[in-house]
T-cell receptor, first 112, second 115 residues
Framework: GENVEQHPSTLSVQEGDSAVIKCTYS??????FPWYKQELGKGPQLIID?????GEKKDQRIAVTLNKTAKHFSLHITETQPEDSAVYFC???????????FGAGTRLTVKP | GAGVSQSPSNKVTEKGKDVELRCDPI?????LYWYRQSLGQGLEFLIY????????KSGLPSDRFSAERTGGSVSTLTIQRTQQEDSAVYLC?????????????FGDGTRLSIL
């Protein structure tokens, strides 16, 4: 089955700096890669996703890149703000399989 | 519109008791998922429902765990004879349809504490 690894487990940046979180996956059949943000006491919320026919996607300060050959994808947050502090999860979904495998999460702290 | 609703938000019970956790998915979503999240950990897949198909129970950790989904909408996760290691946040998510590329929308979870 699919295995998703996420790095780093914790990340601390200064406000205004960029943050990058990386994930790798094992099954080349995976074709959908969402990113979730989880704030304390809340459920994960989808912030951006990418499909295998696209190499990069941007939404304001957030971007995701996908390298299918290397089987890795990354989340980039620019101009970080304290409210970006949360736990971020990557995930990968396998074609014709209805479950989604999540990374272990990255705790991002943005220092004001 | 209304999101995924879970109840109760918190549950404290004694070891050995049974507990039921409820999930109301987003209206019209045919797929429903249960996950377990232990303190500071990622999401552990438990069970998946898709329409009227047989559920995928491959993630259930033991036969003390079961789930049902009545009428293709509300789902209940039941844990029998609870153990302390069952303490975790139980998250429910729903998605629009069978297509595995549909995003999952999560509730805020039930925080279960076994004394």
């Amino acid at each position: 089955g699919e295995n998703v690894e996420q790095h780093p487990s914790t990340l601390s940046v200064q406000e205004g700096d960029s943050a990058v979180i990386k994930c790798t996956y094992s099954d080349s059949a995976s074709n959908y890669f969402p990113w979730y943000k989880q704030e304390l006491g809340k459920g994960p919320q989808l912030i951006i996703d990418i499909r295998s026919n696209v190499g990069e996607k941007k939404d304001q300060r957030i971007a995701v890149t996908l390298n299918k050959t290397a089987k890795h994808f990354s989340l980039h947050i620019t101009e970080t703000q304290p409210e970006d502090s949360a736990v971020y999860f990557c995930a990968a979904s396998i074609v014709n399989n209805n479950d989604m495998r999540f990374g272990a999460g990255t705790r991002l702290t943005v220092k004001p | 519109g209304a999101g995924v609703s879970q109840s109760p938000s918190n549950k404290v019970t004694e070891k050995g008791k049974d507990v039921e956790l409820r999930c109301d998915p987003i209206s019209g979503h045919t797929a429903l998922y249960w996950y377990r999240q232990s303190l500071g950990q990622g999401l552990e897949f438990l069970i998946y429902f898709q329409g009227n198909s047989a559920p995928d129970k491959s993630g259930l950790p033991s036969d003390r765990f079961s789930a049902e989904r009545t009428g293709g909408s509300v789902s209940t996760l039941t844990i029998q004879r609870t153990q302390q290691e069952d303490s975790a946040v139980y998250l429910c998510a729903s998605s629009l349809r069978v297509d595995n590329r549909q995003p999952q929308h999560f509730g805020d979870g039930t925080r279960l504490s076994i004394l």
